[in-house]
């Protein structure tokens, strides 16, 4: 079984910090098996687009250079397909390091970060090697934030409040309206990120846009990612907008050079191929209301995903649940409380659907 909370085993040989020292390493994704699917990092299916692959071998002819600091080619790009200025986009070696900067911003050791939990499990990890403490807000039944317990979890200590959209990994979506409610109830001095890694998947139309929300409320940023479905998980591109003072913080807590001279180009060749990825975006969609289609007819309770995966609420049968995936070659995200499945191959689809029929008999749902 996955366990993103492994811990490290060695004793170092030098004075660490308590909080590295005891840090869970984050953990991976595993391969899949010979013949079998990997479907536990909600990476793409598809292979690199020719024009990506031809962009990363022109800009490898380059690489004995450093590349542009800023990546002012990437945030150009950006800041013109989202209609905003260049000076409200940070770009970053994939939107966890974008989500980092933020918390580096505002956030010192005693300070907090609110956010919903089951989300990202990547979040722990960002708040560990920062400082700030974690709170975490239990989902609702639903599978959704409960917006009005992350509302009282506010306090003085507050920095910053993260809003998964849709969220990683039940797949649930905030509508715009409860979410503006929300930012509009909240302290204005508090960072609230909407990280939106999943967007492109996303058809319900009242689904919270958090673009639309940057222009009323500067403390509002928009986490974006290309990892998803741009494709480039490989190669680590994400970016924040929002407020430029908000903006220059983040940029002000990122290293030089982070972004490669074959990621930044690669990015381009990627939004420039935007027309071409929409046809395998909406391939996913389809894949993903028809996964969830068959699931409801099985019998299961599954929340309404938006992303590019489903969430399979297994319960205290997740052990077992997880064996008869991996028997059928589908290797998923394992949760104490549930698995997550990445909507993948189309050959993939079948085996997936025989193992839940499979799992769903055992189950008392
Ligand atoms: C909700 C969410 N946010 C952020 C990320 C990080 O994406 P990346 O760092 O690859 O841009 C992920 C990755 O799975 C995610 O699920």
């Known amino acids: 079984m996955d366990d993103p909370r492994q811990q490290p085993s060695e004793t170092a040989p ?29 990476e793409t299916p598809f292979p690199p687009l020719p024009s990506v692959v031809a962009a990363i071998e022109g800009a490898a002819e380059t690489i004995n250079r450093y590349p542009d600091s800023a990546a002012r080619g990437l945030v150009r790009r950006l800041a ?28 010192v050791s005693g300070d907090e970060v609110v956010y ?36 009282e979890a506010i306090t003085d200590r507050t ?3 993260l809003l998964c959209s849709p969220n990683n990994p039940t797949g649930t979506v905030l509508t715009h309206d409860e979410v503006e409610r929300f930012v509009a109830s909240a302290p204005s001095d508090v960072l609230i990120v909407i990280d939106e890694a999943y967007l492109e998947f996303v058809r319900d139309e009242d689904a919270v846009d958090g673009l639309a929300l940057i222009a009323d409320h500067r403390n509002v940023v928009t986490l974006r990612t290309l990892s998803k479905a741009y494709g480039l998980a490989g190669l680590r591109a994400g970016y924040a907008i929002g407020d430029p003072a908000v903006i220059a913080a983040v940029r002000a807590s990122g290293l030089p050079f982070e972004l490669t001279t074959v990621t930044i180009e690669a990015a381009k060749a990627a939004l420039d191929a935007r027309d071409e990825l929409d046809e395998r975006i909406e391939t996913i969609v389809r894949r993903r209301n028809g996964i969830e289609a068959g699931l409801i007819d099985q019998g299961w309770h599954v929340t309404p995903s938006q992303g590019n995966f489903v969430w399979l609420p297994t319960g205290d049968d997740t052990l077992r649940a997880a ?21 993948g191959e189309r050959e993939s689809v079948e085996p997936l659907l025989t193992a839940t029929a499979e799992i769903v008999r055992g189950l008392e749902v």
């Open 14 to 42: 030098i004075k660490l910090r308590p909080e590295i020292a005891n840090a869970a390493v984050y953990q991976q994704g595993r391969p899949a098996p010979e013949g079998g699917f990997k479907l536990s990092s909600n």
């Open 323 to 343: 064996e008869i995936l991996e028997r059928h070659g589908i290797i998923a995200r394992v949760f104490p409380e549930g698995i997550r499945v990445t909507v």
């Open 116 to 151: 919903a939990w089951r989300s990202f499990e990547g979040y722990p990890s960002v708040m560990t090697l920062n400082g700030p403490t974690s709170v975490q807000v239990p989902l609702g039944a639903d599978g959704r934030h409960d917006l009005d317990a992350m509302l």
């Open 80 to 107: 013109a397909m989202h209609h905003v200025d260049e000076s409200q986009v940070a770009v970053g070696p994939g939107s966890i390091a974008v989500l980092r900067q933020l918390v580096t911003a505002v956030a």
């Open 159 to 161: 920095r910053a409040v």
